[in-house]
């Protein structure tokens, strides 16, 4: 018996075949989603680097206007979904003038919201990845077991323990296991290659929205709330009430 891929495929039975099919589906689903989670994850961050300082610039520049339709620019960009959400639904108070407390933690909330949708947009298909690298050995050690099994099967017919008869269940026990092995081990890295860059865009998401909460903060305690809040504090006190006694 020659040793080559195509003889030992040849002398196979169909339970190993049908484990090489499945492992050989189970190889290609998980390389298509590390190939588009891959390609996302490489668009969101290539927008995000074009977005973020230019949307710092408007908000510098008070520029509400141009930041919300940066944000609309930029669908790819994780943080721009973030940060053009909440901004989107504040600017109209920002521009009155009219933010309160109250404003600013629904604008975080939202910030929130957004943040949760994108981060379960970003991990989808993980579980795919973290599915295939656990069971593929187990699938690839099935088809182990029973080319084991076909192993003792050929020497009970033979009435031998000679290569002859043992070899042919020999060749479906190591493909199997590493085939089931070869499809695990990309599937285990890319899992938590994609698994730390989540967290990183994350950790960016996260700082960004503080960011932009402080910026709320300190138009709300500056030129649109605190002047605000002066204005009624002068006419109350001019209007004949009692200064605060220390």
Do not use: C
């Amino acid at each position: 018996m020659q040793l080559s891929l195509i003889d030992l495929w040849s002398e196979m039975g169909g339970f190993a075949k049908g484990i090489v099919y499945v492992l050989a589906i189970m190889s290609i689903w998980s390389l298509s989603i590390t190939i588009k989670k891959w390609w996302d994850l490489r668009k969101a961050q290539s927008e995000t680097r074009k977005f973020a300082p230019e949307f710092s610039q408007f908000l510098e520049e008070d520029n509400l206007n141009e930041a919300v339709s940066l944000s609309e620019k930029y669908k790819k960009s994780h943080v721009a979904r973030v940060l053009g959400g909440a901004l989107g639904e504040i600017k109209p108070l920002i521009q009155d003038g009219t933010v309160s407390v109250g404003d600013i933690n629904s604008a975080e909330r939202a910030i929130e919201r957004e943040m949760l949708m994108t981060i379960t947009e970003l991990k989808r298909g993980l579980a795919i990845l973290a599915t295939v690298g656990a069971t593929a050995p187990f699938v690839g050690l099935l088809g182990t077991t029973m080319g084991i099994v076909n192993s003792f099967v050929g020497m009970a017919a033979s009435g031998s323990g000679g290569l002859s008869a043992i070899s042919a269940g020999v060749a479906e026990a190591l493909i199997t296991t590493a085939f089931g092995l070869l499809v695990a081990i990309p599937a285990v890295w890319s899992y938590n290659y994609f698994q730390t860059k989540i967290d990183n865009l994350t950790a960016e998401m996260t700082y960004t929205s503080k960011e932009m909460i402080d910026y709320m903060i300190k138009n709300v305690s500056g030129e649109f709330g605190r002047s605000r809040f002066t204005r009624e504090f002068n006419t109350t006190a001019s209007s004949g009430s009692a200064p605060i006694s220390q």
